[in-house]
């Protein structure tokens, strides 16, 4: 070996230690980033759990045992009897209104029972503790809530319950719950899937398929949409206020259709929601479907047209089914992002406080993030651990969606 081989051999090899050392030092750089990560969502998702339990101290207004008819308590009651306990301890003019929003022959038996406790018992929650008080301090606790409140009975409650899932929204946090918020929500991302998953898909496949990649139109429309998908959530929902609401009110209020009554309706709607969020994610759709469409082997297309197939027979029966997975990938993220939106929504017109579940695309709604806002801005405290709640509602819903959306993917993937 000549001097020159070993001086040229000692420089490569310090070449790489240099390598080395860099690549070392930004695996460190990436393993610390993802403890932070990490650690992060953890500190999250203790808070959460933080506020979403813990002691409380509930007194009534009215004691529910002096309510019992004939010393039969009020959980055993029949509907008939429970309906003259009500009328009897609120004003006629409250009982005539809660007749109009629906007959009391038409209510079931805890339906009234629920009146009874929310109209007349009136519980309410004087003080609690965090869920972390509750567990290392709870002599503390039960001390403090027998001097400061010895008419309340104190126990540990859980925010999240089966009772909350099921129940609509109320002007009481210990009986609110966030069923009319869970239906909002599905009917707002069903919508704006529908919507956004056919045109973006289309949108790809012609960009990517048919279209002149280096032509002066094609360019323009690709920055467009590279540009769209970073646009704040807001201009949306400024756009679909625009659109939906006021410019098409007819058809999303269901006027058009003959669905809605003509003198109250407005364009402030489930299906104005759905839409504007599918506007939304639809960039992010034909952005993801254009990558998982340039990502199929250009050798699958040449065999597809070596056998006589024409381009549409090609993109239709090869291109799209090796694509879909990755296709349905960038949905489910998409769809992540909408169902967590506020911003747009409040825009368009998504009510902070409704209590009638959504029937119809043309029914007034709310969502879960609204309702998480929504509670988060009152001054109570009991309504901030009922967001705390609905925070793990929300994140449950996703979870279930994302899985189901996967589930098929995959499903789909072993049938291709």
Same mark, same amino acid.
């Given at each position: 070996m000549s001097l020159e081989d070993g001086r040229l051999l000692l420089a490569q090899s310090g070449q790489v230690e240099r390598r080395n050392a860099t690549a070392k030092?930004?695996?460190?750089?990436? @393993?610390?980033?993802?403890? *932070? @990560?990490? *650690?992060m969502l953890v500190l999250l998702l203790a808070n959460i759990t933080n506020s979403a339990f813990g002691m409380v101290a509930i007194q009534s207004k009215v004691d529910p045992a002096s309510l019992a008819v004939n010393g039969v308590p009020l959980e055993e009651l029949d509907k008939e009897t429970l309906t003259l306990v009500l009328r009897e301890h609120i004003s006629a003019g409250l009982y005539r209104r809660l007749e109009n929003d629906q007959p009391f022959e038409g209510r079931s038996r805890e339906n009234v029972l629920d009146l009874i406790y929310e109209r007349v018992v009136e519980p309410e929650i004087v003080m609690q503790w965090r869920l972390y008080d509750s567990l290392f301090r709870r002599v503390e606790v039960l001390a403090e809530a027998a001097t400061d409140f010895p008419a309340a009975r104190t126990e540990f409650k859980s925010w999240l319950s089966l009772a909350f899932i099921t129940a609509p929204q109320s002007a009481n946090?210990?009986? !609110? @719950? #966030?069923?009319?918020?869970?239906?909002?929500?599905?009917?707002?991302?069903?919508?704006a899937v529908a919507f956004a998953f056919p045109i973006g898909v289309g949108a790809a496949t012609y960009l990517e398929e048919f279209a002149n990649r280096n032509g002066l139109v094609n360019r323009i429309i690709q920055t +467009?949409? +590279? &540009?769209l998908s970073g646009v704040p959530s807001i201009i949306y929902g400024i756009l679909g206020l625009a659109i939906f609401v006021r410019a098409l009110g007819g058809f999303t209020s269901g006027v058009a259709f003959r669905l809605s009554d003509p003198s109250t309706a407005n364009g402030r709607t489930i299906v104005a929601a759905g839409l504007t969020l599918g506007l939304l994610?639809?960039?992010l759709v034909i952005i993801n479907a254009q990558e998982?469409?340039?990502?199929? /082997? &250009?050798?699958l297309r040449q065999a597809s047209f070596g056998l006589g197939a024409t381009r549409w027979q090609t993109v239709w029966h090869h291109v799209i089914p090796n694509a879909m997975g990755g296709i349905l990938t960038g949905t489910i993220l998409a769809m992540s992002r909408a169902i967590g939106?506020? !911003? /747009?929504? *409040? #825009?368009? @017109? !998504?009510?902070?406080?409704?209590t009638v579940d959504p029937t119809s695309p043309f029914s007034k709604f709310t969502t879960l993030p609204i309702q998480i806002y929504q509670w988060t801005s009152r001054p109570q405290e009991e309504f901030r651990n009922i967001a705390a709640a609905a925070i793990f509602v929300l994140l449950a819903l996703l979870f279930l969606l994302n899985g189901t959306a996967i589930y098929f993917r995959n499903r789909l993937g072993r049938r291709l």
């Open positions: 030092r930004w695996r460190v750089f990436f @393993g610390l980033s993802t403890l *932070v @990560g990490i *650690v946090a210990v009986r !609110a @719950g #966030v069923r009319t918020a869970i239906l909002g929500s599905l009917w707002t991302i069903s919508i +467009n949409i +590279n &540009n994610i639809l960039p998982a469409i340039r990502a199929v /082997p &250009n050798t939106e506020t !911003a /747009p929504l *409040v #825009v368009v @017109g !998504a009510s902070t406080y409704i």
